[in-house]
């Protein structure tokens, strides 16, 4: 089954305490980004990645690290969460930038 | 870097009717635009998408138009049905295809 997997889906941690959300997808899409859903502001994009090694910022990357070492995984990486990055995080993945994305079930994150 | 406006942010209609949502950019050189639906609780899914060659596009009831002259488009529903109550979320994709700049939502209630 085609499918975009993050891990864990629900997430609570202390400022300070690094932390991975791992995404994969299965059906061999070059291009990989990561969201941040907040109401009202809809979904914001942290980090996009277009193939292996490729990474570039998006609209909100600071506190984010990213990384594509394998066509199907790409991990978001809080090193040093705070409060203000509690929110409902999506990863999705895509042919290209301008195809449709799957989304992964999402990973709420809260940080206390 | 792109900016996407949406309206309404909420929406009720009474089953049956007619649903509108509208939407803006600000970058011209954007030539792709998906909606997508998201349930209670679920991932955001792709439920119509059009490029900037195309003027308008339908899918059974629910349809897209756009206009680029005034870099406006908008999602219509037609015979609104309880199962079509979610969040939509409009979006525009960059000229070069590598980002994808959403609107804030609008969660549409149809009522029985």
């Known amino acids: 089954e085609a499918q975009v997997t993050q891990n864990p889906r629900y997430l609570i941690t202390v400022t300070g305490k690094k932390l991975t959300v791992t995404c994969s997808q299965n059906?061999?899409?070059?291009?990989m980004s990561w969201y941040r859903q907040d109401p009202g502001l809809g979904l914001r994009q942290i980090y996009y990645s277009m193939n292996v090694e490729v990474t570039d910022k998006g609209d909100v990357p600071e506190g984010y690290k990213v990384s594509r070492k394998e066509k199907r995984n790409f991990p978001l990486i809080l090193e040093s969460p705070s409060p203000n990055q509690t929110s409902l995080y999506f990863c999705?993945?895509?042919?290209?930038?301008?195809?449709?994305?799957?989304f992964g079930q999402g990973t709420r994150l809260t940080v206390v | 870097g792109e900016n996407v406006e949406q309206h309404p942010s909420t929406l009720s209609v009474q089953e049956g009717d007619s649903a509108v949502i509208k939407c803006t950019y600000s970058d011209s050189a954007s030539n792709y635009f998906p909606w997508y639906k998201q349930e209670l609780g679920k991932r955001p899914q792709l439920i119509i998408d059009i490029r900037s060659n195309v003027g308008e596009k339908k899918d059974q009831r629910i349809a897209v138009t756009l206009n680029k002259t005034a870099k406006h488009f908008s999602l219509h529903i037609t015979e609104t049905q309880p199962e079509d109550s979610a969040v939509y979320f409009c979006a525009a994709s960059s000229a070069a295809g590598n980002k994808l700049t959403f609107g804030g939502g609008t969660r549409v209630l149809v009522k029985p």
């Open positions: 059906m061999n899409h070059e291009y």
């Open positions: 999705a993945s895509s042919f290209r930038g301008d195809t449709e994305a799957f």
